[in-house]
């Protein structure tokens, strides 16, 4: 049965489309592909679920959040929709049966991280399977025009080539027209298939409010704020991890049902909070960014940013948790001079140093032997942090100066499923010789027995790779479980570049590009706050859909007083301040070996190489949290 009116009534037993839904199914049932920007929770999964039970092979979904890729995997398998999802917290047994079942051209729809489309195995495994369509969820991420950049998105489009992938579909909540554009190059996808259902939503009340620097009066503006409206299901996004247990204490003692989120907590510790929130009906959550993707709560009745968000991307996707069920909602932002601080020390304090960069690629490229490469050691031995060096490592593949060949791990880990004698028994003399000696030559433990492939190969007189692929084939038989620990990427150099300095300049030049990009984003944040007409017109401009008219429901529609907003941008140092910047730089430590990294170190920015300096020079960290950055750059250099 192909009536899309049918199977949806029949399998997500709605009645009637949604707005753009089946603009974009048509589309691709007709076998075009299609870009669809739909707002936060208005149905862009059914663009996909519903098409992928009437095309012929697989749809196969790439998605960066593991969360919804879950519980978007669980709902449609309680429909009888033959779906998985292929990922690191899998078992064994999970994964041989997701093999099995590709093999067998079972599975309708698979879910995979972009990262998995880099692993050499999937590929290969991929290149059997029929695929119908590709759908590239949170698609803004090709584009180092959009807020959230991922560079392993860049290769999507190159790994959909491989496997001969000819239709895609598109999904973002969030597109300027210029990212928008990027991704239709991308994916060669038409202007008229671009379907764009439109950012505004009528029933959320857009406010704001200006406050004096410092904590008090955002403390008592937010409790005033809570009291002045019926308890319901809220979110406090906040720009720091230490912000948000302050301010959950601080609403929890007047007595709110309220807890904190962010990425430093545990990840059981997290999805507790969350199931917690999503069946308390006034739960309020403090959260920073962590927080939110994936969360299909309709009825979150208040949004505020405590700080200021950090792009008007974010701020859209934030705000655009609220009200999902239709019913009014309220979203604020509480802001003060002093936040612009913090959000351009996270956008400063991401790019890495001209000289550490220098210094990395020397280190990749001048060399004719294979690399093998523990990203979290490069990030510790040249202070750049992991995401810069797996741009960089992009970067460097798109140039052709170097190609990824295979994720390896120095440690693997494993346990036997059968007894040892009966294992060897699969195999000739020659073959359980070997693997006698791999077993005789690994450190058994209670239950997993532990084995560094590179460690053992030369006493065994074998090649890591062999002993590798020998313990892969035993857990690909069901002889073993098996577990990999402490990743390492495996590259071959390509070329050599012609100039290795100025390539260095132009890649150095391509980061601060980025910064600059991140640093016009947050200007734009500051003018919607500064902006004394309506909001809801400021935010559809941005996203290139100018409205005829106001809303008639936000702050300054609703004849609020305009409060200015300047943000304390330039604000100098004291003179006790500048004391701080002196007596460190006097120390000469070689991490803190230009003013970036010192006002990095200074304004409380955490870097990969700032853990162990903190145990020797701690007392500085953070000691100028809160100052402008530059500021601080500029005492440095003098």
């Known amino acids: 049965m192909n009536n899309p009116q049918e199977l949806l009534k029949q399998y997500f037993g709605f009645e009637a489309f949604r707005p753009g839904q089946a603009e974009v199914i048509e589309k691709l049932l007709a076998g075009r592909s299609a870009l669809a920007v739909f707002p936060t929770g208005s149905g862009k999964s059914l663009c996909f679920q519903l098409p992928a039970l009437c095309l012929e092979g697989l749809t196969l979904v790439v998605s960066p959040l593991l969360a919804l890729m879950k519980d ?107 990212v928008a554009q990027d991704i239709c190059r991308v994916f060669d996808i038409p202007p008229q298939d671009y379907v764009l259902t439109g950012f505004y939503r009528p029933n959320l009340t857009l406010r704001h409010h200006v406050l004096p620097e ?135 304090g991401d790019t890495p140093g001209e000289r550490d960069l220098k210094a990395l690629i020397t280190e990749l490229l001048e060399t004719d032997e294979p690399l093998s490469l523990s990203i979290n050691q490069l990030a510790k031995e040249f202070d750049i942090k992991d995401l810069a060096i797996n741009t960089l490592l992009v970067y460097l593949e798109l140039g052709g100066f170097l ?129 004394d007409r309506c909001k809801v017109r400021y935010l559809m401009d941005y996203f290139g859909e100018p409205m005829a008219q106001d809303c008639g429901h936000c702050g300054p529609c609703l004849k609020e007083p305009h409060q200015a907003y300047l943000p304390d941008q330039s604000k100098p140092l004291s003179a006790g301040q500048r004391a701080y910047v002196a007596q460190l730089k006097a120390l000469r430590l070689p991490e803190l070996n230009s003013s970036r990294k010192l006002a990095r170190y200074l304004c409380g920015i955490n870097s990969p190489a700032s853990g162990a300096l903190r145990k020797k020079q701690g007392k500085f960290f953070g000691l100028l949290e809160g100052s402008s950055f530059w500021a601080v750059v500029e005492a440095g250099n003098q």
Request: proline share 4%; aromatic share 10%.
């Open 72 to 178: 978007q995997v669980d709902f449609l398998v309680s429909k009888g929709i033959a779906a998985a999802r292929w990922d690191s917290q899998q078992s064994y047994d999970e994964v041989r049966e997701i093999k099995n079942r590709l093999q067998q051209g079972q599975l309708k729809l698979l879910y995979v991280s972009p990262e998995r489309l880099s692993n050499e195995f999937f590929l290969n495994l991929m290149q059997s399977v029929k695929i119908s369509l590709l759908v590239v969820d949170e698609a803004h991420c090709i584009s180092e025009w959009g807020h959230n950049f991922r560079p392993e998105y860049l290769k999507l489009q190159y790994h959909a080539q491989k496997l001969a992938i000819r239709q895609f579909l598109c999904l973002t909540a969030t597109a300027t027209p210029q």
């Open 214 to 348: 410092g904590e008090a009066a955002k403390d008592q503006k937010l409790l005033e704020r809570l009291a002045q409206h019926p308890k319901g299901a809220t979110v406090v996004y906040v720009a720091l991890r230490h912000t948000a247990e302050r301010v959950a204490r601080l609403l929890a003692g007047q007595g709110y049902p309220a807890k904190p989120y962010h990425a430093g907590m545990k990840a059981e510790e997290r999805s507790e909070i969350q199931q917690w929130f999503m069946d308390h009906p006034q739960g309020v959550v403090v959260a920073t960014i962590a927080f939110g993707m994936g969360v299909d709560k309709s009825d979150i009745r208040y949004v505020y940013h405590y700080n200021l968000p950090k792009n008007i991307e974010s701020y859209s996707q934030e705000i655009g948790r609220a009200g999902r069920d239709g019913l009014p909602s309220i979203c604020e932002i509480l802001a003060s001079p002093d936040d612009g601080a913090v959000l351009e020390g996270f956008i400063y």
């Open 403 to 531: 190609k990824y060949q295979r994720t390896s791990f120095a440690q693997l880990q494993y346990f036997l499923l059968k007894s040892e004698a009966e294992l060897l028994g699969h195999f000739d003399a020659q073959r359980a010789d070997f693997l006698k000696k791999v077993f005789e030559h690994s450190d058994k433990k209670a239950k997993w027995t532990y084995i560094d492939p590179t460690e053992v190969a030369p006493l065994i007189g074998e090649t890591p790779e062999r002993i590798s692929a020998a313990l892969d084939y035993l857990s690909d038989q069901g002889l073993i479980e098996l577990q990999a620990r402490q990743a390492r990427k495996q590259y071959q150099v390509l070329k050599q570049p012609a100039d290795l300095i100025a390539l260095a300049k132009e890649l150095y030049q391509s980061f601060v590009e980025k910064e600059g990009r991140d640093r016009q984003r947050l200007e734009e944040v500051y003018q919607l706050i500064d902006n």
